[in-house]
């Protein structure tokens, strides 16, 4: 026996291909059970990721020990998504390990590509916020710096997309059906967390008012960690999740004792509240449910940082020199009021005391501007589920609308108040975050100044120095390192890898733009991921796409803002064209799309309907000649993202001006060399000025223009399609039937919103975007011109790596530093 293995080796676990083969053969067959020749592929993935677990565990000890012994400040960021993608690949490369696993499985003759593609993909998000979060904490560990997540354990993610005759049909995502590895239960990590009952009010000797909290429901928070791993190994952070546990005295006062069955039915309602994700993106119905899970998760966080902090602590005067909470949304403010309670009813705090500890704790980032995305309970709501955070809310509102009564007049007051009081009274969301929070960030320059000018004007004249900007970023490590390992391995042949952990190294390769045999190699290292995302299109909608085409790539949650629409009918003019000229050469164009509409979003799913209706006309037309494709890859999320991002030629980004906050896709798109179509929304804005307007191709109208024109109130739609017989023809086929002779009037509903307000002014900006289009498609007949320009936009995005944006909220917000882990 090997020496080294057999003894009572308590320290790290080796490294090696001989130590890693050794614990998968352990691991495979005392835990999962199976011998090597039995083991199925989820045997193997099961069993490669407790054996890299091992490796992560080691280093976690230390991390954790590290900021506990130094009482550093802390970072806990408030999310109710993370879509945090496969882990293995993920968790390997950030260890340095790809290479030995892949060895050490091949000695036991399994193919680490086929146990990376059997792992579930945990998808806890909608989309961008989600991904954002994932970014940041892939970013916080790379940094050293000492971060948490926290948020809610789902049972089901987002939903899976599946086509039905080209209609999205919604499927349950049970992901921890074969259970997941890379968690730890934590059953002794439990917190109660109280709905309904009511408040008692209760007076001292002195004839002191205090608050107590009766007659409530309890459902206990359960922790689950997932470590996560810096690049390089030397920070590993904590994602701590919360899962829904019934109280034994949960049917108390509410059923008759002794009826057991009814006891165990309340037991399976109250665990209902961390079941499943709301898969809406951008907007929420005021389902009580939701409302439950926001308190649900934010309380159990509050009362663990508590916890944290009372170990070195005997007030509360320094939290917030020992505590940042971010707030990513408003879904989380409820935990204002929430730190509030604790605070007076608990620990017999003074308001103004309370307050100031409370509001230099809470940061809070908006993600939207869409006036139907902004989050506002009905005070009838707040008051039954959490009367006492009620009572809280109208506190901290009277104290405020006190302040501000000597300069404003009664519309001010109405627009700051934390109460809307038209119609059903309202909480909103969003005052209440700005209010408890000392500072606040938009996530793009355009959309920070735009919530200056919008939603936040009032609260901006207010407090002036509040609203900073934060423009997001991704990380480089799962987005270019790991999903795009061809490129990768080319830059880093060239200048190192050190742009891993500091993008901004990525400028050195501007110079290369020059160097023929490097552009030679950038081309075929683009060529490979087309073939691999070909192969990838033909196993999953078996369209047979060419190579060698344009790969013109929109793929993003569906939304009328984001415009599919305005994709789709140039998509058809394009058709148009190229029926009637049977002879012409056109550059061959393979459109691509991917992603979810809401289940309840009914003109969203129409325009996937649409797009596969398109795809089946188009691809079956002879006269087309292999001209133009159009696919729609069923099941967006972030392992088929991996895969298409380093693929894409062209990124489209063609928001309605004013309505992306950012965007991450075309982060993530310029990153990996797609060139950009775009309106000067979102970070685009920044995206151009960072790899110069030579190099993307910018149309439509601005934010301003579009809020000229709506304020106007004369844009004529009608008008508009009148006069451009393009335009008119793609709508008058796509209401005729020309796409849905089965049913010709199914898309009557796209048309006539088109015909009749155009809300999201896709007609307004067509007749740019197919003349910047056509620009785009034919200066890819240049191979060389084209080349350059996508090098270009890789070496200059370096700047939207999430690294840079962590490192300003540690510096602007947090004021947070980097902690390195106790020396053993
Ligand atoms: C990056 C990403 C998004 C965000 O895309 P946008 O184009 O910024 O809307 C959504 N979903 C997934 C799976 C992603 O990876």
Redesign the pocket.
């Known amino acids: 026996m090997d020496a080294r293995l057999n003894t009572r080796e308590i320290g790290r676990k080796a490294l090696d291909v001989e130590a890693l083969k050794r614990s998968f053969v352990e691991w495979l067959i005392y835990s999962v059970g199976k011998d090597t020749r039995a083991a199925t592929r989820r045997d193997w993935f099961t069993t490669a990721a407790l054996a890299v677990r091992d490796r992560v565990v080691d280093r976690w000890m230390d991390t954790t020990r590290g900021v506990y012994t130094q009482d550093a400040k802390r970072v806990y960021y408030f999310s109710m998504e993370f ?1 945090i993608g496969r882990l293995l690949t993920n968790n390997l490369a950030n260890l340095g390990l790809v290479e030995a696993c892949r060895e050490a499985l091949d000695g036991l003759g399994v193919r680490l590509e086929d146990v990376v593609d059997v792992e579930p993909d945990p998808a806890l998000g909608n ?2 916020l989600g ?1 954002l979060a994932a970014c940041f904490l892939d970013s916080l560990a790379t940094q050293n710096l000492p971060g948490y997540g926290y948020g809610i354990r789902y049972e089901y993610g987002l939903f899976e997309q599946r086509f039905e005759h080209g209609w999205q049909v919604e499927y349950p995502d049970n992901w921890l059906r074969f259970g997941n590895p890379w968690e730890f239960a934590r059953p002794e990590v439990l917190y109660p967390v109280q709905f309904y009952g009511r408040v008692e009010e209760v007076r001292d000797g002195a004839g002191r008012k205090s608050y107590r909290w009766v007659d409530t429901d309890k459902v206990h928070a359960m922790a689950f960690d997932t470590p996560v791993v810096g690049y390089g190994g030397e920070t590993i952070n904590t994602l701590r999740l919360w899962s829904a546990r019934a109280t034994s005295d949960f049917h108390f006062g509410h059923f008759n004792e002794g009826d057991y069955l009814k006891a165990v039915e309340s037991k399976v309602l109250s665990e209902n509240l961390s079941r499943v994700l709301y898969p809406n993106d951008a907007t929420d119905t005021g389902k009580e449910l939701r409302f439950k899970q926001e308190y649900f998760f934010t309380s159990a966080s509050i009362q663990d940082i508590l916890r944290r902090y009372m170990q070195h602590h005997s007030t509360f005067d320094a939290l917030p020199e020992k505590a940042a909470i971010q707030l990513n949304d408003t879904h989380p403010t409820i935990g204002i009021a929430e730190l509030m309670r604790i605070l007076i009813d608990q620990h017999g705090l003074e308001w103004d005391k309370a307050w100031d500890i409370t509001s230099r704790t809470f940061s809070y980032t908006n993600h939207t501007l869409l006036p139907e995305a902004l989050e506002a309970w009905p005070v009838r709501l707040v008051e039954r589920v959490l009367p006492r955070h009620m009572q809280i809310i109208y506190e901290i509102n009277a104290h405020f609308l006190t302040r501000i009564k000597r300069n404003s007049d009664l519309p001010r007051i109405q627009r700051l108040s934390l109460i809307d009081e038209h119609g059903d009274r309202r909480v909103r969301m969003g005052n209440l975050a700005f209010l408890g929070s000392h500072k606040v960030n938009g996530v793009s320059a355009l959309h920070t100044d735009l919530m200056k000018q919008t939603v936040f004007a009032d609260f901006h004249q207010e407090f002036p120095d509040r609203i900073n900007n934060k423009t997001n970023g ?1 990380t480089p490590r799962r987005w270019l390192h790991q999903a795009n390992p061809a490129l990768s391995k080319l830059i880093s042949s060239r200048i190192g890898n050190g742009w891993v952990k500091d993008l901004s190294q990525l400028t050195a390769l501007a110079p290369k733009v020059d160097d023929e045999v490097f552009r030679e190699e950038f081309r075929r290292a683009k060529r490979h991921n087309k073939k691999r995302l070909a192969a990838y299109v033909a196993r999953h909608v078996q369209v047979d796409v060419n190579v060698d085409s344009l790969f013109d790539v929109q ?3 569906i939304h009328e803002y ?1 415009r599919q629409l305005l994709n789709l009918l140039q998509t058809v003019a394009l058709y148009n064209d190229i029926r009637d000229n049977p002879t012409k050469d056109f550059v061959p164009v393979t459109k691509i799309f991917a992603g979810k509409a809401a289940p309840a979003y009914h003109q969203a799913k129409l325009i996937i309907k649409l797009a596969n209706d398109i795809a089946n006309v188009v691809n079956q037309d002879p006269v087309v000649r292999g001209q133009l494709k159009v696919v729609y890859l069923p099941n ?3 392992s ?2 991996e895969v298409i991002m380093p693929a894409a030629d062209l990124s489209e ?1 063609i928001s309605t001006a004013g309505m ?1 906050a ?5 982060m ?1 798109l310029a990153l990996n060399g797609a060139l950009t179509i775009g309106t000067l929304d979102g970070a685009n804005v920044e995206i151009r000025e960072h790899v110069g307007e030579d190099n993307i191709f910018i149309f439509g109208m601005t934010a301003a223009e579009v809020q000229e024109l709506k304020q106007g109130g004369g844009f004529n739609p009608r008008e508009v399609i009148a006069n451009n017989p393009r335009l008119k023809r793609a709508l008058d086929m796509i209401s005729s039937g020309v796409f849905s002779p089965d049913d010709p009037q199914r898309f009557r509903p796209i048309v006539e919103s088109l015909y009749n307000s155009d809300h999201f002014l896709v007609t307004a900006d067509f007749e740019d975007y197919c003349n910047v289009h056509a620009e785009a498609v034919e200066l890819y007949r240049d191979t060389e011109e084209w080349t350059r320009k996508a090098i270009l936009n890789t070496a200059n995005m370096g700047w939207f790596s999430s690294d840079r944006t962590i490192l300003e909220y540690a510096r602007d917000i947090w004021d947070i530093q980097p902690v390195l882990a106790a020396a053993e």
């Open positions: 879509l989309g961008g991904r991704i793929v993003k949650r984001k967006y999320n972030v088929q993202a980004q992306e950012s965007g991450t896709g075309n993530k």
